[in-house]
């Protein structure tokens, strides 16, 4: 199906669909960093620019509309997040462009703080907004390690279908297909122990790109990022974010006193080696934190494929 991308980053949502056999036709993000990464990766079809400012009817029509809003004010690592910060009101620019595309389906990501943002009253209001807008709508507080990603990550989906689709074809989400304690056809949890054992160190001789890191050296304590992380699970939640100085705080290597690197933290987040990051080491940081991890957005966008076909065998 056809796909417009919003928030888009550096496309991790977006290659996981391209790899489902979806086509993307429009992207935008807001960062000139993170639109470079995508245009030298993924494809020109992304507009850099603020969505505020962009002609939705300039845009191309489309079957699907993906996008992780802006979630900076609805983190529960933003202490003063509350209902006024303006970052909080972009998903507004969603909502316009579903409105006024009416795509089949849509796909939203958010973190776990939206959940609870106004003692309830945000995601209450969020999902009255997509139900005026002409969508049913479901979300789900998925943590995507249970999707096979080598990482603790908890998010909340949200999938919606136009309200004249029939619901016996409305999406699913995916089945979980690893579990700490795995039972049936599931499988254990992708450690990052796993994920990075045959990763040399960035001083070493290698051909990786982007692999260089933080010169920090971590000293252990109860602290973000200088928590020990453990081999043996799956790697803590890779961060957009800083400690309230500026720097992205990238997650301690599990055998070694210093950050991790980009493509380290790249590869926990599923970008395949090959993906290349634009910009300076905090924004290539940033970008990498941002993102949808690529495996579990492919098993989105399956479920998108599976409820499509469903939609046409019932013609």
Not at 296 to 305: D, G, R, S
């Given at each position: 199906?056809?796909?417009?991308?919003?928030?888009?980053?550096?496309?991790?949502?977006?290659?996981?669909?391209?790899?489902?056999?979806?086509?993307?036709?429009?992207?935008?993000?807001?960062?000139?960093?993170?639109?470079?990464?995508?245009?030298?990766?993924?494809?020109?079809?992304?507009?850099?620019?603020?969505?505020?400012?962009?002609?939705?009817?300039?845009?191309?029509?489309?079957?699907?509309?993906?996008?992780?809003?802006?979630?900076?004010?609805?983190?529960?690592?933003?202490m003063?997040?509350?209902?006024?910060?303006?970052?909080?009101?972009?998903?507004?620019?969603?909502?316009?462009?579903?409105?006024?595309?009416?795509?089949?389906?849509?796909?939203?990501?958010?973190?776990?703080?939206?959940?609870?943002?106004?003692?309830?009253?945000?995601?209450?209001?969020?999902?009255?907004?997509?139900?005026?807008a002409?969508?049913?709508?479901?979300?789900?507080?998925?943590?995507l390690?249970?999707?096979?990603?080598?990482?603790?990550?908890?998010?909340?989906?949200?999938?919606?279908?136009?309200?004249?689709?029939d619901?016996r074809?409305?999406?699913?989400?995916?089945?979980?297909t690893?579990?700490?304690?795995?039972?049936?056809?599931?499988?254990?949890?992708?450690?990052?122990?796993?994920?990075?054992?045959?990763?040399?160190?960035?001083?070493?001789?290698?051909?990786?790109?982007?692999?260089?890191?933080?010169?920090y050296?971590?000293?252990?304590?109860?602290?973000?990022?200088?928590?020990?992380?453990?081999?043996?699970?799956?790697?803590?939640?890779?961060?957009?974010?800083?400690?309230?100085?500026?720097?992205?705080?990238?997650?301690?290597?599990?055998?070694?006193?210093?950050?991790?690197?980009?493509?380290?933290?790249?590869l926990?987040?599923?970008?395949?080696?090959?993906?290349?990051?634009?910009?300076?080491?905090?924004?290539?940081?940033?970008?990498?934190?941002?993102?949808?991890?690529?495996?579990?957005?492919?098993?989105?966008?399956?479920?998108?494929?599976?409820?499509?076909?469903?939609?046409?065998?019932?013609?």
């Amino acid at each position: 199906m056809r796909v417009l991308s919003l928030f888009s980053g550096a496309g991790g949502m977006d290659l996981g669909f391209k790899q489902a056999g979806h086509e993307i036709v429009w992207a935008n993000d807001f960062d000139a960093d993170a639109s470079e990464t995508y245009r030298r990766n993924i494809g020109d079809h992304i507009v850099q620019g603020d969505i505020r400012e962009i002609d939705i009817s300039e845009v191309p029509d489309a079957d699907i509309v993906i996008g992780g809003f802006p979630c900076q004010g609805f983190s529960r690592a933003n202490m003063l997040r509350s209902t006024n910060d303006d970052r909080n009101t972009l998903y507004l620019e969603f909502l316009r462009v579903i409105r006024l595309k009416q795509p089949k389906y849509f796909v939203a990501e958010n973190v776990s703080g939206i959940l609870s943002l106004d003692g309830g009253n945000v995601i209450k209001q969020i999902v009255h907004d997509f139900e005026r807008a002409g969508f049913n709508v479901e979300y789900r507080l998925l943590n995507l390690a249970d999707f096979g990603v080598p990482q603790s990550r908890r998010r909340v989906i949200f999938l919606g279908w136009r309200k004249d689709i029939d619901s016996r074809q409305r999406p699913q989400f995916p089945p979980e297909t690893h579990s700490s304690k795995p039972c049936s056809n599931q499988k254990p949890w992708v450690t990052i122990g796993y994920v990075l054992k045959n990763i040399p160190e960035p001083s070493a001789s290698h051909s990786l790109k982007n692999h260089v890191c933080s010169q920090y050296k971590v000293s252990i304590r109860d602290f973000t990022g200088h928590r020990k992380t453990d081999p043996s699970k799956p790697s803590p939640t890779i961060l957009a974010r800083g400690n309230g100085k500026g720097g992205v705080c990238a997650i301690h290597h599990p055998n070694s006193l210093r950050r991790l690197s980009v493509r380290e933290s790249a590869l926990i987040q599923t970008f395949p080696k090959n993906f290349v990051f634009c910009g300076g080491l905090n924004s290539m940081y940033r970008q990498v934190g941002n993102a949808v991890p690529v495996r579990f957005a492919f098993q989105l966008a399956k479920q998108l494929m599976k409820a499509e076909n469903a939609t046409c065998a019932q013609r």
